[in-house]
Structure formats: structure tokens, C-alpha cells
């Protein structure tokens, strides 16, 4: 009788580890996806709060440009300075800056990304940035399950004035 309780609990050892395994299969891959995604977003986060944090310093640097005149090339060199964190600048393409007062545009960059002109009020300066995540150093975790982040663009705006 002992050896057949023995026999049992054994059998049941054996079924109970092949669950094991197929409940292991069943949820690697989504927890695999998962963390896939938390990393993926995270990384898109952070570089998205640096161009808007470069956006709106380089709005608030051509507002304080004494000669409105140099308010477009004080944006642009802080856009820059900002974005060497990343390796990127304006002349990366795919990047385009535009800086927008009463009466003027001003694009900086990849012509073929330049957002559109926006309405400002005097002493306003209007600065919109334009990055292809092409050309930033994003991850793309996620391509290979079908969601791709290279053809995403990230356009901010950030107005300041005097």
C-alpha cells in the first residue's frame, strides 16, 4: 500500500512539473513584451521631456534678445546646446527648428520637416521643434512585435515673451 501512495505522489510530481512548464511557455512571452514596453516608453519619455525642455529654453533665450532681429540664432544655438545631450543638433536630419515672431518665420535644418508658421503676439517669440525618432537615438524595442516607433514624429511648441 505504501509503495502505491509512493507511486502516486510521485506520478503527480511528474503531471504537476509539465504544468509548470507550459504555464512558463504560456507567459514568458508576454512578460517578455512587457518589459519590452515599459523600457521602450521610458526611453521615448525621457527623450521627449528633453526636446520640450530644449524647446521652451530656447523660446525663453529669444525672448530676452535685446534686438529681435537675434532672437532666431539665440534659439537655435540654445536648441542645440540642449539637444548635444543626444548627439543631435539641426543639422541632423530629419530635425528642424522654426522660430516665429510678428512678421517672421525662421526654419532652421531639414527644410522637408519644418513645421508650419504659428500666430504670435508682439513680443512674443513662437519656437517649434521637429524630430524624426529616424534619426534620434531612441530605442525600437518593439519592431520586431510590429510596433514601430521610427516613423513617429515629436513636435513641440513653446511660446515666451518679453
Request: no cysteine.
Amino acid at each position: 500500500m505504501r509503495a502505491l501512495i509512493s507511486n502516486t505522489v510521485s506520478t503527480r510530481k511528474r503531471l504537476r512539473s509539465g504544468v509548470q512548464t507550459l504555464e512558463l511557455v504560456i507567459a514568458f512571452p508576454l512578460l517578455l513584451i512587457t518589459s519590452l514596453a515599459i523600457v521602450q516608453f521610458a526611453a521615448l519619455s525621457a527623450f521627449e521631456a528633453t526636446v520640450e525642455a530644449a524647446v521652451a529654453e530656447a523660446a525663453r533665450e529669444a525672448a530676452k534678445t535685446i534686438d529681435p532681429m537675434d532672437a532666431p540664432q539665440a534659439a537655435l544655438v540654445t536648441f542645440n546646446q540642449a539637444m548635444q545631450l543626444h548627439g543631435l543638433s539641426t543639422n541632423t536630419p530629419k530635425i528642424a527648428l522654426a522660430v516665429d515672431q510678428v512678421g517672421k518665420h525662421t526654419v532652421y535644418g531639414d527644410p522637408m520637416f519644418a513645421p508650419s508658421p504659428g500666430s504670435v503676439m508682439v513680443g512674443e517669440v513662437r519656437v517649434t521643434a521637429a524630430i524624426s525618432l529616424q534619426s534620434a537615438p531612441t530605442l525600437n524595442l518593439l519592431k520586431t512585435f510590429g510596433l514601430d516607433f521610427d516613423q513617429r514624429t515629436i513636435e513641440t511648441t513653446h511660446v515666451s515673451g518679453a
